[in-house]
C-alpha cells in the first residue's frame, strides 16, 4: 500500500469517514472505567480518542498508537483540550510499551494490518496489567459488509479489491491467533449495524477514497473517470430521504492477557455484570443484533 496516498486520502475525508464508523465502535463493550489507563491502537484522527478519554476521566489516559503522522497531527489538534490523551507515533508491531502500562487495550480497525499478527498482539498483550483486557472491532469478509461491496461491484472492481482489512473476517483464525499472543477468554461478537456518512456527494467522497475502492483509484487514477459515475448511479438508486445507507458486519473481539491474580478474576467479573447489564438492556429496548461465538 502506498501510505502517504491512504493518509492523504484518510485525512481528506475524515468527516463523513467518522460518522460512518461511529455506530461501529463497541466503545462500551470495553467499559471504560473512570482512572483506568487505555491504548487506542491505530487510532488515525482520533474519534474514538476522545470517546475513551471521557469516559475514562481526568484520573484515567489514553494514548493513541498510529503509525501515520499525518493522521495523528489532526488527532494531536482534536485532543489539545483533553490532558489526558497523550500519542504514540509508532508501528504497533515492534513499539516497546511500557510494560503492564495499561488497563486496556482497544482497537477500531486499527490491526487487520500486522504482517506477523501473533507477534504484534504478544507485544501488545506485554503492555496490559493482569488481568487487563482488549477489544477491537474489524470487519467480517466483504461479501457481508456493502459498504465495501456495493461500490466495488457497481464500478466493476471487486476483482481487484485487497483484502487486507478482511483479515480477520474468520472468526476461528482470530480466536488462534490471540491464543497464540497468550490472550485467554476470546469471545468474538457479531454485529451487523446499518452505517451512513450522509447524501450521495459525501458517500462518493468516502467511497473513493478510502476502504478496498479507495485503495484501488488512489493507486490507478486512469480508472476513477469510469467508475465515478457508475458509483454515483448505485447511490443515487439507494438514497432515501438525503441519506444513503449501507450495512456493516463486524467483530467485536474480546480477549484478556492472562493473570491469575485475584485483581483479574475481579476485572473480569465486573466486566461480565456490565455485559449482562447491557444486552439486558439491549434486548429490552431492542436495539443491537450481537450474538456470541463462542472461542
Ligand atoms: C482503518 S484506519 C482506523 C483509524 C481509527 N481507528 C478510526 O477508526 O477512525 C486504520 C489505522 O490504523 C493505523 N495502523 C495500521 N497499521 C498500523 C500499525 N502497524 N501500527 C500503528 N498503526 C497502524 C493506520 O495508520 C490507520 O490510522
Not at 35 to 49: F, H, I, M, S
Not at 106 to 113: D, E, K, L, N, Q
Not at 191 to 220: F, H, K, M, Y
Not at 243 to 257: D, G, Q, S
Amino acid at each position: 500500500m502506498n501510505r502517504a496516498l491512504a493518509e492523504a486520502a484518510w485525512a481528506e475525508v475524515r468527516e463523513p469517514l467518522d460518522r460512518q464508523l461511529s455506530p461501529l465502535g463497541a466503545i462500551g463493550t470495553l467499559f471504560p472505567e473512570p482512572g483506568e489507563d487505555v491504548l487506542d491502537v491505530g487510532c488515525g484522527t482520533g474519534q474514538t480518542l476522545l470517546q475513551l478519554a471521557a469516559m475514562v476521566g481526568p484520573s484515567g489516559s489514553v494514548v493513541g498508537l498510529d503509525i501515520a503522522p499525518r493522521l495523528l497531527a489532526i488527532a494531536r489538534e482534536r485532543a489539545a483540550a483533553h490532558p489526558n490523551i497523550s500519542f504514540i507515533e509508532a508501528d504497533a508491531q515492534t513499539v516497546r510499551l511500557p510494560a503492564a502500562g495499561f488497563d486496556a487495550i482497544y482497537s477500531r480497525f486499527g490491526v487487520m494490518a500486522f504482517a506477523d499478527p501473533v507477534a504484534a498482539f504478544s507485544n501488545l498483550r506485554n503492555a496490559l496489567r493482569f488481568g487487563g483486557r482488549l477489544v477491537f472491532v474489524c470487519w467480517r469478509a466483504l461479501a457481508h459488509n456493502e459498504l465495501d461491496h456495493a461500490p466495488l461491484r457497481a464500478a466493476g472492481l471487486e476483482h481487484l479489491a485487497d483484502m487486507t482489512p478482511f483479515s480477520f473476517s474468520d472468526h476461528n483464525y482470530v480466536v488462534r491467533v490471540l491464543r497464540n499472543a497468550g490472550f485467554s477468554d476470546i469471545a468474538a461478537d457479531v454485529r451487523n449495524s446499518w452505517v451512513s456518512c450522509g447524501g450521495v456527494d459525501e458517500t462518493l467522497a468516502v467511497a473513493l477514497a478510502v476502504g478496498p475502492q479507495g485503495r484501488i483509484l488512489r493507486e490507478n487514477p486512469d480508472l476513477r473517470p469510469e467508475a465515478e459515475p457508475r458509483v454515483r448511479r448505485m447511490l443515487e438508486s439507494r438514497a432515501s430521504g438525503g441519506y444513503v445507507e449501507f450495512r456493516a458486519a463486524t467483530w467485536v473481539v474480546t480477549a484478556w492477557a492472562d493473570g491469575s491474580q485475584l485483581q483479574s478474576l475481579l476485572k473480569r467479573r465486573r466486566y461480565m455484570l456490565s455485559r449482562v447489564s447491557r444486552q439486558t438492556n439491549a434486548a429490552e429496548t431492542g436495539s443491537g443484533d450481537a450474538t456470541t461465538e463462542p472461542s
